[in-house]
């Protein structure tokens, strides 16, 4: 864009979510790494107008010939993210830590007589432990004032604690009982090593069976009555579980793991890898793949583990994926083999590890959603998938405009249709229309009905209720993705052409329905009796990305990594993504219009039995021993429900 650097990324591109970035000059070197909540809003800083910007951020970003991004869950993973970064990078634009100091982090330090838990910003304390970083001062200080409660160390300057040793009398912290250190003669020396002994071990496991095992203690004291034992054990309990409540989870110390996050369908997959070293992410790799046909996710997870490693990259003694494959044993040998030790495979479902690869697969979607926003953006590539679509179907003209149908319903109850519009291969949403369809046998009828009531706007009349079910989305719905286009009345109660309809009658140069051959059929009979002619048809078959026409007995295989194929993929899955929408908002409506009426129903019940039972077709179909089964609603309710759906059922047959 016009004064700024020409890397700026496209609008849209760029997450919402908290994350950590990186600029990049053209011989790849880190130029400079900083943390976001909201990644959009904080990048678009670096890419006002450059006379706007600082001197110093505009030489970086001129400097600079690229920007990347990793998502991560919270800001305190940003945190350790961007430390870690800083400090492998060395980037030139990194001078300082905000106020010219380091992370805090909290200390033991063993080597001491009478080892103390401190906040320091000092790393190098001889013989002493480290935990952190963190992201404020105040940060570690809460977490340090609740495990104080659960395993009671020295927190005292060395000279206080030298002081009250001389003089046998306790510090200000242990007179007030702060401080449980020697000094205060509450606890021997042997005592508070054991005290300081648990305290670590605890913070490198972080193990959640501590809040069993207090639970138990608390109980067994309250039954024998020894309440005073009860109630501290009830305090170490309520610290226990703020302290969980407030903590990052992070990878232990020694942890050596190598997270892949995978993301895919059927065409392309994205791969997010986080490799995990000493309990810190020490690099972070992405990229994109052509998938295979037919290709599971643990087949994938195969290809791209093999493909990852070799050369001088060996993998650690841990690989978490998202899926194992078929011969996880067989890829576990040749990993093996490959690192010189013993590798073990595994899909984390729970835990800190599993938590990793969510944050991995998150981004991973990220870069997946990014690949193919700027394939689709890319003019040449829609030129030629246009073109290819055009050969491949024997067109006549390039698909300028292409419509795409779907319908979607819940176990045939509340069928709904949608239009999705493409003019040059770009979507155009203000042009989405969505069909509400009162009956139907199966999903060809659903085809011939709706593109019946389209294909009867490209005639010189249309049937007004026809009009109404296919106005725009937002018009009825209120949905601000989609523009609002009214309609006008002329005088003499006589129907002119309003702006909404000359935008409905557009003639496509191509309709897609979503499936084979039945639905093709179905498609090709309502454009044979409307009458309407020089569109073309065609449908795609989900499962194995055919595409088939009226006149065919054989579908036409575009191939895996054409850009035609990609964009057919793009307008049906944007189809889908419509129809299910509008399906899930009627259905949501439905069951809050109808039981809005039940005395003692409020907001909170209505959702739970929406949740229970998905539709108002279902939930009249449930005898009253089934809805008491909800949450929150019990026989009396249930019995109120059953006779108010009996009652709007007797009064829509009569």
């Keep these: ?34 943390k976001a909540m909201n990644l959009r809003a904080r990048l678009s800083n670096y890419f006002a107008p450059l006379h706007t910007l600082h001197e110093r951020t505009r030489r970086m970003v001129t400097t600079a010939a690229s920007v990347e991004w990793t998502v991560v869950a919270n800001d305190i993973e940003a945190l350790q993210l961007e430390y870690t970064w800083i400090k492998e990078f060395d980037p030139p634009f990194n001078v300082k830590y905000r106020d010219d100091k380091s992370y805090p982090y909290l200390a033991v330090t063993l080597a001491d007589e009478a080892p103390r838990a401190i906040v320091t910003r000092r790393r190098g304390i001889p013989g002493a432990k480290y935990f952190g970083p963190y992201p404020k001062v105040w940060a570690v200080n809460e977490t340090l004032d609740l495990l104080l409660k659960l395993f009671p160390i020295r927190t005292c300057k060395d000279s206080d604690y030298k002081r009250a040793i001389q003089t046998g009398k306790p510090c200000f912290a242990g007179q007030i009982g702060r401080c449980f250190g020697p000094c205060s003669g509450r606890v021997t020396m042997a005592e508070h090593r054991a ?24 109980r067994a004291a309250a039954a024998v009555q020894d309440y005073e034992t009860a109630a501290r054990r009830r305090d170490e309990l309520q610290a226990a579980e703020s302290f969980f409540e407030k903590s990052a989870v992070v990878l232990r110390d020694h942890v050596d793991v190598d997270v892949f996050g995978v993301d895919h369908d059927e065409l392309a997959a994205a791969v997010h890898l986080f490799i995990v070293r000493g309990g810190r992410i020490r690099g972070v790799r992405s990229w994109t793949v052509d998938t295979e046909l037919d290709m599971s996710l643990g087949d994938l997870v195969d290809s791209v583990v093999q493909n990852a490693y070799g050369d001088d990259i060996r993998p650690p003694a841990e690989v978490v994926v998202p899926a194992l494959p078929d011969d996880a044993e067989a890829l576990e040998g040749w990993l093996a083999a490959l690192g010189g030790r013993k590798v073990r495979l595994r899909a984390a479902r729970r835990g800190d590890k599993a938590a990793l690869l969510e944050t991995a697969t998150q981004n991973a979607r990220q870069t997946l959603v990014l690949y193919k926003t700027r394939r689709s953006a ?28 779907d319908v979607s319903h819940l176990s045939g109850t509340n069928v709904v249709a949608s239009m999705v519009v493409f003019e040059d291969g770009l979507p155009r949403k203000d042009e989405y229309r969505r069909f509400t369809i009162p009956s139907t046998t ?15 706007y490209l005639g010189s009349t249309a049937n007004s209720d026809d009009e109404a079910d296919a106005a725009p989305a937002s018009a009825r719905d ?8 009214d309609s006008a009345a002329g005088s003499g109660g006589e129907v002119v052409a309003p702006s909404r309809r000359a935008k409905f009658a557009y003639r496509p140069n191509l309709l897609v329905v979503d499936g084979g051959r039945p639905q093709v059929a179905a498609a090709e009979r309502a454009l044979r009796e409307s009458g309407v002619e020089g569109v073309y048809l065609c ?44 399906q899930r908002q009627r259905r949501k409506r439905d069951i809050t219009t109808i039981l809005s009426e039940v005395p003692g129903l409020g907001p909170a019940r ?49």
């Design 195 to 218: 005290n300081v002994d648990r305290f670590v071990a605890f913070m490198q496991n972080q193990d959640r069976r501590i809040i069993t095992d207090l639970t138990q203690q608390m």
């Design 1 to 34: 864009m016009a004064n700024t650097v020409p890397y700026r990324p496209r609008p849209g591109e760029i997450p919402t979510d908290p994350g950590v970035y990186r600029f990049r000059d053209a011989d790849r070197r880190v130029l400079y790494v900083g």
């Design 539 to 582: 449908g795609i078959a989900k499962r194995l990305e055919e595409i088939w026409t009226p006149d065919s007995d054989f579908p036409v295989i575009l191939p895996r990594n054409s850009d035609a194929l990609f964009l057919f993929q793009r307008v049906r899955d944007e189809a889908h993504r419509f129809a299910i929408t509008h």
């Design 378 to 405: 890319d003019f040449t590539a829609r030129s030629r998938a246009l073109e290819d679509i055009q050969e491949a179907l024997g067109m006549a003209d390039a698909p300028l405009r292409i419509e795409c149908f």
């Design 478 to 485: 209120g949905d601000a993705e989609h523009a609002t286009v």
């Design 442 to 456: 199966d999903d060809t009828d659903s085809i011939h009905q709706v593109l019946t009531r389209r294909l009867a």
């Design 606 to 654: 209505v959702k739970a039995l929406l949740k229970h039972f998905g539709s108002v077709a279902r939930l009249r179909q449930a005898d009253e021993a089934a809805i008491a089964e909800v949450p929150g609603i019990g026989p009396a309710l249930a019995s109120a429900i059953r006779t108010h759906l009996e009652g709007t059922s007797r009064a829509a047959a009569d």
